[in-house]
């Protein structure tokens, strides 16, 4: 039971590329969430979804796009990568009828 | 709109008490988190509070809420080095589950031996 795990765990991007983030947990857990840290900033709501097939926009959406083709995945994709989104993503999970949100290890981004 | 303080540092000798303060605005907040950040590494749950409790004790840990003032704390009991960390305080307003969380800005507590 690997929990909630992120890949990968570091990446250098030059701006304008694009990469894609992914979340998989193995709880069952039906809501899923991507955070952004940043220094001085604590944590802020990207993306989330209720559910398979289901997403949503949080506090700071622009710039990034979410898929959650399967359950157990929640993808955070970034188009055309900007120095700004350098910062370390997390993503968590709650499952129905549980308020204990579980948040994976990270994902260290750079954009130069 | 939804905001959680904070204060940014906070630093304690070894077998001392640990004190983290928050204080949050909204006020139909339904449930309060505390989070444990260690370098380099993702959030650790602690623990939480309903929001209709005024304290919930874990071990060493304890939560005092006081609704009114919308404030609430984390008392840390015989702190250890291995408690040196960043506490995040959250709060939530869930609909059914679904719920996302507001984070204060981190406490970086520094435990000296």
């Known amino acids: 039971n690997a929990g909630v795990t992120q890949t990968p765990k570091f990446r250098v991007l030059k701006t304008g590329q694009s990469m894609t983030l992914l979340c998989a947990q193995d709880?069952?857990?039906?809501?899923m969430y991507w955070y952004r840290q940043d220094p001085g900033m604590g944590l802020r709501l990207i993306h989330y979804s209720v559910g398979e097939g289901t997403t949503a926009k949080g506090e700071v959406p622009d710039g990034y796009n979410v898929s959650r083709l399967k359950k157990q995945n929640f993808l955070l994709g970034l188009e055309s990568a900007a120095p700004s989104q350098t910062s370390v993503y997390f993503c968590a999970t709650n499952g129905a009828g549980s308020y204990e949100q579980y948040f994976g290890p990270g994902t260290r981004l750079t954009v130069t | 709109g939804e905001d959680v303080e904070q204060s940014l540092f906070l630093s304690v000798r070894e077998g001392d008490s640990s004190v983290i303060n928050c204080t949050y605005t909204?006020?139909?907040?339904?449930?309060l988190y505390w989070y444990k950040q260690e370098p380099g590494a993702g959030l650790q749950l602690l623990t939480y509070?309903?929001?209709?409790?005024d304290m919930k004790q874990d071990q060493r840990l304890t939560v005092l809420l006081n609704k009114k003032d919308k404030h609430l704390s984390l008392r840390i009991a015989d702190t250890q080095t291995g408690d040196s960390a960043i506490y995040f305080c959250?709060?939530?307003?869930?609909?059914?589950?679904?719920?996302?969380?507001?984070f204060g800005k981190g406490t970086k507590l520094s435990v000296k031996p």
């Open positions: 509070i309903f929001s209709n409790m």
């Open positions: 709880m069952n857990h039906e809501y």
């Open positions: 959250a709060e939530v307003n869930y609909g059914g589950s679904q719920g996302n969380l507001i």
């Open positions: 909204d006020s139909s907040s339904t449930y």
